[in-house]
């Protein structure tokens, strides 16, 4: 197998498709694009042990310290443009990569706020040195306010606490992680923070963050300001494909590669995986863009198989799976609840030390297991995982 692969973006996805082609026996040449200067490196601790001090830039390596998996790296060069019909990736120093074939690994950037702020002190957390710049931030005694209480912002949370600093959680639905999770697991969640010490103030916007040079508080839209020496923005990420536009690839609505279910986009011979791509999801019954470590995994295999022409896994075979790791706890779920779903705890309880339990959503026609959700209760999990079957689920919102 010859040819040429250029892949853009060499993080978890991108490196991860380098890995499938060889181990599919491609001999051909390999390029991996990457913006970042660093080494490929693994983006979970960066909210955790990275940020707690319990790990080190070298325990975040992707790649094994003895594998080579024989790439031309172009690291620390960021693509700027591809070159309908000629599968050329333009490069920010001027030159070009041509290639038989393209994958976009391109993933996300934290998405920002256009809030009046000061310059320092504000911050955001997708890349190794934005957590370089916020673990240096966060002194204990110190007052974090974190900005949307997603997962990101939960974990953040969870590790300043264990560093001493005191912390705030503003989150503007009713409840942090409620979207994902469903109420009753986002209350379990809500109540470990509180025992925790966090402060949760929800329903609540952000008009600006105070402070000349360096935060002094956070404004809400309702009148109150929330003391703060550092802030963390954790409002989501955004699909980094701006560079694909004029290429003929299609996005879909929210700036990601739609691709079907070969992660294969509408441009011949160029695929999408990871964050940045959405995928015609047979799990999830359409398209749907999952940022999750296991996805971006599991879509690098799809598309090298059908780069190859190989027989291989579709996207969604599997049901999405995410974990998160909060004061010592793990949080697992697999596949995706739906508003009004029913819980069912069949392991442990909501109050007690650890849970599993299953999501059902009721149709005309019968109740479908749609998710599976635990708390530290690896085992009964990875019983429920196996048998969330792959099938489509039913009517999910856009
Ligand atoms: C702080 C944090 C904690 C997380 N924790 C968990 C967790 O506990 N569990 C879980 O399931 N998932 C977690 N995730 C999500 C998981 O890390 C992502 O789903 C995964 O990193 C996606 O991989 P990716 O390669 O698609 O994208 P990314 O990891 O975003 O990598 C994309 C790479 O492309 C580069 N790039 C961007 N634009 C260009 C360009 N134009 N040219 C060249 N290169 C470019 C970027 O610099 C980056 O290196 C976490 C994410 C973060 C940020």
Redesign the pocket.
């Known amino acids: 197998m010859t040819g040429s692969v250029a892949v853009?973006?060499?993080?978890?996805?991108?490196v991860s498709t380098a890995r499938a082609l060889r181990g599919h026996g491609f001999d051909g040449e390999i390029t991996l694009?990457?913006?970042?200067e660093h080494q490929?490196y693994?983006?979970?601790p960066?909210?955790?042990a990275l940020l707690a001090g319990q790990a080190g830039t070298a325990d975040l390596a992707l790649l094994g310290t003895d594998e080579d998996l024989g790439v031309r790296w172009l690291l620390g060069?960021?693509?700027?443009g591809l070159l309908p019909g000629e599968r050329r990736v333009l490069l920010d120093d001027g030159a070009s990569v041509t290639a038989d074939a393209v994958v976009v690994?391109?993933?996300?950037?934290?998405r920002r706020l256009p809030l009046p702020a000061p310059d320092r002190g504000v911050h955001v957390?997708?890349?190794m040195d934005d957590?370089r710049r916020l673990a240096a931030d966060l002194r204990p005694g110190a007052r974090l306010v974190v900005i949307g209480g997603g997962?990101?912002g939960c974990?953040v949370a969870a590790t300043s606490r264990g560093l001493g600093l005191e912390v705030t959680v503003v989150e503007a639905g009713p409840m942090p992680l409620a979207p994902a999770l469903g109420p009753e697991v986002a209350g379990v969640l809500l109540r470990l923070h509180r025992a925790h010490g966090v402060r949760v103030e929800c329903g609540a916007g952000v008009i600006a963050v105070r402070g000349s040079v360096r935060p002094s508080a956070v404004v809400l839209d309702d009148g109150r300001e929330i003391p703060a020496d550092v802030v963390l923005l954790a409002v989501g990420?955004v699909p980094?494909t701006d560079?694909l536009h004029g290429s003929g690839v299609t996005l879909a609505a929210d700036g990601s590669v739609a691709c079907d279910s070969s992660c294969r986009t509408s441009v011949p011979s160029v695929f999408a995986?990871?964050?940045?791509a959405s995928a015609d999801h047979r799990f999830l019954g359409g398209q749907a863009r999952v940022?999750?470590?296991?996805?971006?995994l599991e879509q690098a295999g799809v598309a090298a198989a059908a780069l190859l022409g190989l027989p291989g896994a579709t996207a969604g075979d599997a049901p999405p799976?995410?974990?998160?790791?909060q004061y010592g706890h793990r949080l697992q779920l697999a596949g995706r609840p739906l508003p009004g779903d029913r819980l069912t705890f069949v392991e442990g309880e909501p109050t007690g030390a650890g849970f599993a339990g299953v999501y059902e959503h009721t149709t005309p026609t019968g109740a479908v297991t749609t998710a599976v959700v635990a708390l530290d209760r690896p085992r009964p999990f990875a019983r429920l995982r196996r048998g969330l079957t792959p099938r489509p689920a039913p009517s999910r919102p856009a």
């Open positions: 853009v973006g060499a993080s978890l996805a991108g694009i990457g913006a970042e490929p693994d983006r979970p960066l909210s955790k060069r960021r693509a700027t690994a391109t993933g996300a950037r934290a957390l997708r890349t957590a997962f990101i974990e990420a980094e560079w995986v990871g964050d940045a940022e999750h470590w296991s996805n971006a799976y995410f974990w998160s790791d």
